[in-house]
């Protein structure tokens, strides 16, 4: 095993022990009463259990009120299906699929519950996107419902996009002694060419095509069922899902509505009846999310180049299971991680491509081999991570797993540890006197990874846009420091709609950057940018003061972030701007989550409402359950900007 990869994995033991320790009491007193009890839905009594099987089949009343040895295991379906998601569209199929695999497994299988699934490609640059991030835990509480019936002894998650896989995730493991198992649907095929698109895009933003000609362009790239090619957060998801086990071997990038596809979907629907209490192969989700599967699913986000947004979500995720994981640990896994892939946007390829250059199966078995990831972990397929090398296939219509060997395909898309594409995992963790922020710099050229030039400050990124359209960013260096986009300020939206008119400014030799307390999406790309900068802006952090024209430092490589203006100064401003009131806040719905932006903890928490599982305290304030003081939120609350407890968890 690599020397650092394992003393960070021991770090985040050390540093979990109390929390983990407490969860592990906690699922495990509830796995035993499992095993000793039966089906969980035996225990019912009789009119509970009435209106659990009411609306059932005549054949699935017959197993679902069988008592004794004739009970059988009891499987929850939790869908995010919805036909205004082409990545999700595909799960209108899978309920009858796996419900007929779990029959003839030995189960029964319900749909427990659906959870909601917004398409941040549809709201970018909306009101809507202000929901998004809030969303994650919306799924976690949603997913929690569906399965606090009791009424179950394991569960298939169906997910794929952005925040639907980590709320998902989370709410599974507050069910952590029941097997859970993610049921992916796959990648559309390969469409326009991610190049083509982009090239579209910033035509556009310069008026050299017209509105016809942008959407046609994005119609031949999003074409179909199927998640959306390029790499951003809903396929680093599913590489997540696989290098942590919760898939089953090679599952993540086979296309909708394939045989395989469908072999693979009632393969995952038998090994849930397989992986319950009451079998020999019992595989509780806490007990398979472990320190070493976060570890895991950090290595793999950072040698595959994966999704910023994962900087949030791995550590609310990793919280759940009880485990306190760090922008410092990620930081410090990137210097000894290298960079294995190049897909869009961090290079020409999409997922099909990756997955034909050899895919999860070459990348797990590379990792491997180089003591990156840890092998010794549960997954839902079994013991030990080396299962994962191997792919599936079907032989005379039966699923067959294989190891695969020889290597990547194609190695301007997949490369070994010893030839990478750069010798760290791209994603750099900056921090100076304007706080903390994260940088992606798998996809910035190295001439940019520096930039020092004057601040241009805006409180909404509509004010950016409506700016570059005058020109008056034509002809300058800058860096853009766009505030009041954090958790607390209105939901910390992706600001991906600024990424083309940016990479006009880039490709016309200026010289500019981004500065933010908000995100840039999966899908961000070639401008040198540092988000997520905690604190943010709406909790007084320091870029609540940058002013016009003061001068930034950015040093991507170097990992610094500095506003060059002498200390005395600084200490004599006060915030300006403000995030919106509640008041202000309205439409779209928004006003429905007042209560999520006054209880959203720092993005270096992860940027949600719920704490570390087995950490929980009264005497916690904003985001409960991470180190932190008690403190109410600057939002209506009487308290003047700044006061909210900074909590960073360190």
């Given amino acids: 095993m690599n020397s650092v990869i394992q003393e960070i994995t021991d770090r985040i033991a050390e540093r979990s022990a109390a929390s983990r320790t407490a969860y592990l009491a906690r699922i495990r007193r509830d796995g035993e009463a499992a095993r000793a009890k039966g089906p969980a839905r035996a225990h019912l009594g009789c009119a509970n259990l009435a209106h659990g099987f009411a609306a059932a089949s005549d054949e699935d009343k ?4 069988g008592a004794g040895s004739a009970a059988k295991p009891g499987v929850a379906i939790v869908t995010s299906y919805n036909d205004m ?17 779990v029959r003839r497994a030995g189960g029964v299988a319900q749909v427990a519950g659906g959870v909601p699934a917004m398409c941040d490609g549809i709201t970018q640059g909306r009101a809507g996107m202000e929901l998004s991030l809030y969303s994650r835990d919306v799924i976690a509480m949603a997913a929690a419902i569906a399965l606090s019936h009791d009424m179950f002894d394991s569960s298939l998650l169906l997910g794929v996009c952005d925040k639907i896989v980590p709320g998902l995730f989370i709410g599974a493991l507050h069910f952590g002694h029941l097997p859970a198992i993610f049921v992916p649907a796959g990648p559309m095929t390969s469409g326009l060419p991610n190049k083509v698109k982009a090239r579209t895009r910033q035509l556009f933003a310069e008026g050299k095509v017209g509105r016809a000609e942008l959407l046609d362009a994005e119609a031949k790239s999003y074409h179909s069922p199927g998640t959306c090619t390029f790499y951003g957060t809903a396929n680093s998801n599913q590489a997540l899902m696989e290098v942590m086990g919760l898939h089953l071997p090679g599952s993540t990038f086979v296309n909708p509505h394939t045989e395989l596809r469908h072999a693979l979907t009632e393969a995952a629907g038998r090994r849930a009846v397989e992986i319950t209490a009451h079998g020999p192969e019992y595989t509780p989700i806490g007990e398979l999310v472990d320190e070493k599967s976060i570890v895991n699913a950090c290595v793999a986000l950072l040698a595959t180049g994966g999704s910023t947004n994962h900087t949030l979500h791995l550590v609310a995720m990793a919280a759940a ?5 760090t922008w410092d640990d990620l930081a410090c896994l990137s210097r000894v991680v290298p960079s294995l892939t190049k897909i869009y946007p961090n290079g020409q390829a999409d997922v099909n491509h990756f997955r034909d250059a050899g895919g999860m199966q070459v990348l797990i078995g590379d990792l491997l081999d180089e003591g990156l990831l840890h092998g010794d972990v549960l997954t839902v397929a079994g013991p030990g991570l080396d299962r994962y090398r191997e792919a599936p296939s079907l032989v005379d219509g039966e699923l067959v797993w294989e190891p695969v060997t020889g290597g ?3 190695r301007d898309v997949l490369r070994p540890v010893a030839e990478p594409f750069s010798a760290d995992g791209g994603i750099h963790m900056v921090e100076g006197n304007l706080g903390r922020a994260v940088s992606k710099v798998s996809a910035v050229k190295a001439e940019h990874l520096v930039i020092e030039a004057p601040a241009k400050v805006f409180d909404d990124q509509l004010d950016l846009l409506r700016a570059f359209e005058a020109g008056e960013l034509d002809g300058q260096d800058f860096v853009a420091v766009i505030r009041y986009q954090g958790p607390s300020a209105n939901g910390m939206p992706e600001l991906h709609k600024l990424t083309p008119p940016m990479a006009v400014l880039l490709d016309r030799g200026q010289r500019v950057a981004i500065v933010t307390d908000g995100r840039m999406s999966g899908a961000s790309g070639k401008v040198p ?18 002013r016009e024209g003061d001068v930034i430092r950015l040093d991507s490589a170097a990992g610094t972030l500095e506003l060059l203006v002498p200390a005395e100064e600084l200490a004599r401003r006060t915030p300006e701007g403000r995030p919106l009131s509640d008041a202000e806040w309205v439409g779209t719905g928004r006003e429905l989550f007042a209560t999520f932006r006054r209880m959203a903890g720092h993005a270096e928490q992860g940027a949600g409402i719920f ?14 359950g991470f180190p932190a003081e008690a403190g109410a939120s600057h939002l209506e609350s009487g308290a003047p900007v700044g006061t909210r407890a900074a909590g960073l968890g360190r």
């Fill in 529 to 546: 940018a540092a988000i997520h900068l905690s604190p943010e802006a709406a909790d007084g952090g320091p870029i609540a003061i940058v």
């Fill in 62 to 65: 017959l197993i679902l009120r």
């Fill in 85 to 101: 998601l082409s990545a999700h569209q595909p799960y209108e199929t899978y309920p009858p699929e796996l419900k007929a695999a």
């Fill in 611 to 624: 704490g570390v599982s087995g950490a929980e305290s009264p005497h916690h304030g904003p985001g409960l």
């Fill in 408 to 410: 990547s395909k194609d």
């Fill in 321 to 325: 299971a009880g485990i306190v994981l």
